[in-house]
């Protein structure tokens, strides 16, 4: 078994941002800015955002952190988003979801300047990924399909199953790993909570995607030896052993699943980096968009 370590894999694509901020810095070009706003006081979505932020700062892009309360109104979250696709030192921005349920997150999604929407969530970049056309990436399959290439993991006419139908990772990646493109060309089965006989369909699998978020979801009698195995899920769970209360649990039962696979992801450190890593990449090719 081998791990797919998203920290070293982003640590990699880090580097290669920093010295391309450095180069932008002697063509006199402008620097990378990204904005996040972040909704409430949610742990996760917090911890989320700072490690957003941490990485703008490793690799020299400039950012800015915009929180409201949790009782903001819709109306001042779009004002804010409308002056954000209209600020020309921001280059590219990001709304933390979840957001609280007065809040329509389509809504939201939609008017972001789909220029500036370095998430990929805006429904013309979701339509230009199914297409193949220029765009943004979402961040999390892009980064999923980032460390399969890094690491080499093969694809070609492989059988993937995903767990997980989400507009922002099981939906995405489904198409991605379908594409006629490397990696890609996999068979793709997007399993979702009515999908009847799961077990049999992941126990075929090459290359399972855990991406529905319930803990320790994916067992070792649901996976057959020598699968990649790649788990989105980040859950925090009570744990009285951990200094905060919390630990981090993903959607694939790592203590049973590991042994039987050539390739697996830990959690924390998989997915997790690799996702903030493809926002970065994101967030640079924003100004080739914008021709800056
Ligand atoms: N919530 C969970 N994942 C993401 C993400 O990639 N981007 C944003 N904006 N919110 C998220």
Not at 114 to 137: A, S
Not at 229 to 245: S, W
Request: proline share 5%.
């Amino acid at each position: 078994m081998q791990l797919l370590d998203g920290r070293a894999t982003s640590a990699e694509i880090k580097e290669e941002l920093r010295l391309a901020v450095l180069k932008r810095k002697e063509e006199g070009k402008k620097i990378p800015h990204l904005a996040a706003i972040l909704v409430g006081n949610d742990g996760g979505s917090m911890t989320y955002v700072n490690a957003k932020v941490k990485a703008c700062d490793a690799i020299g892009f400039e950012s800015s952190l915009i929180r409201y309360d949790d009782t903001v109104t819709e109306e001042v979250l779009m004002n804010k988003i409308e002056s954000l696709n209209n600020d020309a030192q921001v280059d590219g921005f990001i709304v933390q979801l979840p957001l609280p349920d007065h809040i329509d997150e389509m809504k939201v999604t939609q008017a972001i300047d789909p220029k500036k929407d370095v998430d990929g969530f805006h429904p013309v970049n979701l339509g230009n990924m199914v297409l193949n056309l220029p765009g943004f990436l979402p961040a999390t399959p892009a980064g999923i399909i980032e460390l399969i290439k890094r690491n080499e993991v093969e694809t070609e006419g492989k059988s993937c199953v995903v767990i997980g139908r989400s507009n922002i990772v099981g939906t995405p990646l489904s198409i991605m790993l379908g594409r006629n493109k490397s990696p890609g060309n996999c068979t793709v089965t997007l399993t979702h909570s009515r999908t009847k006989n799961l077990k049999e369909i992941t126990s075929e699998a090459d290359i399972i995607i855990a991406a529905i978020g319930r803990p320790e979801f994916l067992t070792a009698e649901m996976v057959k030896s020598g699968a990649v195995v790649i788990d989105v899920g980040t859950t925090r769970v009570e744990d009285a052993t951990k200094k905060n209360g919390w630990a981090l649990k993903g959607d694939v039962k790592f203590s049973e699943v590991a042994d039987k696979c050539s390739y697996i992801t830990p959690v924390p450190g998989g997915v997790g980096p690799m996702t903030i890593a493809s926002l970065m990449i994101n967030t640079l090719r924003a100004l080739d968009l914008q021709g800056k």
